[in-house]
């Protein structure tokens, strides 16, 4: 196993201490992040959606929570004992406890999660305020007009 060392990046950035965090988490093995498998995909310019394969699960077995631009989904089956449940001859359907995180840019929300033949697709949104939004500047000319200078409310010509 291979590890990068990021401080020299740590050392010449500044403000970007949540994309430092990421990297340095993105950088480190979690032997259960194969589990669920995921698709994410681009519906439009704004518009995206998660889709988690979370076969067996129903639900009130899922939970999808957003903290903190940090979307978090996570699954839990109610634990039957082995003399309740059914006799497996062979168990492949995997419906152990899982938690999955995607960390969202800003200003995506989330528009709403719907489970449907065995798959949980969450909506997501970019809603860029208008404050954020780029601004058009209107280039006038002076053309040697005169300014107004305004004083103790009133105006005069410059």
Avoid: C, W
């Amino acid at each position: 196993m291979r590890t990068l060392d990021y401080s020299p990046l740590y050392r010449s950035i500044v403000g970007f201490d949540r994309l430092a965090n990421m990297i340095d988490s993105a950088s480190k093995s979690d032997p259960s992040a194969g589990f669920p498998p995921y698709n994410i995909e681009q519906l439009g310019e704004n518009d995206y959606r998660i889709e988690l394969a979370v076969a067996g699960f129903g639900e009130d077995d899922l939970s999808v929570e957003v903290q903190e631009n940090v979307l978090t989904v996570s699954g839990r089956k109610d634990t039957k004992s082995e003399e309740d449940g059914p006799n497996y001859l062979y168990r492949g359907i995997a419906e152990r406890a899982f938690e999955r995180r995607f960390h969202l840019a800003d200003h995506v929300v989330v528009d709403n999660a719907e489970l449907k033949h065995g798959l949980l697709a969450v909506t997501l949104r970019r809603e860029i305020p208008e404050s954020a939004k780029p601004l058009r500047i209107a280039i006038g000319q002076s053309g040697g007009k005169s300014r107004k200078v305004i004083e103790g409310g009133k105006s005069k010509a410059a």
